[in-house]
């Protein structure tokens, strides 16, 4: 049973900074066989990928939507199963709930676009909420 959880949302200011990790396990290969991505839903709006990582297999290429470019960071640490999304500079329009999630090697995550129909897998989310 593939299993993603994230952890690390929660309340902060704007300008603070937060990461966010995701834990997998039950893939049925390693985790640098597959892409990653962190998506992201706010209320009353349709679900946002923000950021992706291509398989470590392939050439590692990483995407962020024009949003976040420059604020956040998505990283992997295959031999942990952990993936992670560092956040900073946060936003009031930041407020989300934010999930991780999988995609087979060569799908999910491509140098202009992250393809969010491409992922199986999907943590339930974490609630990341930027306020004063």
């Known amino acids: 049973q593939v299993q993603l959880v994230e952890s690390g949302g929660g309340l902060v200011q704007p300008g603070g900074s937060l990461t966010l990790s995701c834990q997998v396990s039950g893939l049925s290969l390693d985790l640098r066989y597959y892409a990653i991505g962190w998506f992201r839903q706010a209320p009353g709006k349709s679900r946002e990928g923000i950021a992706c990582m291509h398989s470590t297999v392939g050439d590692g290429t990483t995407y962020y939507t024009d949003s976040v470019k420059g604020r956040f960071t998505i990283s992997r640490d295959n031999a942990k199963k952990m993936m992670y999304l560092q956040m900073n500079s946060l936003k009031p329009e930041d407020t989300a709930v934010y999930s991780c999630?999988?995609?087979?090697?060569?799908?999910?995550?491509?140098?202009?676009?992250?393809?969010?129909?491409?992922?199986?897998?999907w943590g339930q989310g974490t609630q990341v909420t930027v306020s004063s």
């Open positions: 999630a999988t995609a087979d090697s060569g799908w999910g995550c491509f140098v202009d676009h992250i393809a969010g129909t491409d992922y199986e897998y």
